[in-house]
């Protein structure tokens, strides 16, 4: 694992928003679907399918920490919420530490290196097997 200065856009502590389309996208599944879709991830590339956050609370939602604009024109689940930016849209994305309190918010995978992201075409893939 690389060390927290590496990971610039990683919060010192707690938690902060980033504004979606500067590092990362993300797609957000809510519930056990998005946990599940995060392990068969895991499973799928060797334990390290890039960033994923869970929340807590709520929905439960699932951040997939995706390529910024690799969202686009691709047929996603009606259960798929896209943080993305553009004309007229500006998502933010929630991202905790790596260590301290962050609560509700807690990493499902912990990002490994700088731009190494979760595969999209695989995630658009793995959503629509579950369907």
């Known amino acids: 694992m690389n060390t927290q200065s590496e990971l610039t856009w990683l919060p010192e502590s707690g938690v902060q928003l980033r504004k979606a389309g500067v590092q990362f996208d993300a797609i957000r599944v809510?519930?056990?679907e998005g946990r599940d879709v995060a392990d068969w991830l895991a499973r799928m590339t060797g334990g390290?399918?890039?960033?994923?956050v869970e929340s807590a609370t709520g929905r439960r939602g699932v951040y997939f920490l995706v390529p910024v604009g690799s969202t686009s024109h691709r047929a996603w689940p009606d259960?798929?919420?896209r943080f993305t930016a553009g004309p007229s849209r500006v998502s933010y994305i929630p991202v905790p530490a790596l260590n301290g309190l962050t609560w509700p918010l807690s990493w499902r995978y912990r990002p490994t290196t700088p731009g190494h992201l979760v595969h999209t075409r695989l995630l658009c893939t793995a959503l629509h097997s579950q369907e």
């Open 30 to 32: 809510d519930g056990e």
């Open 48 to 52: 390290d399918p890039g960033p994923i």
């Open 79 to 81: 259960n798929v919420t």
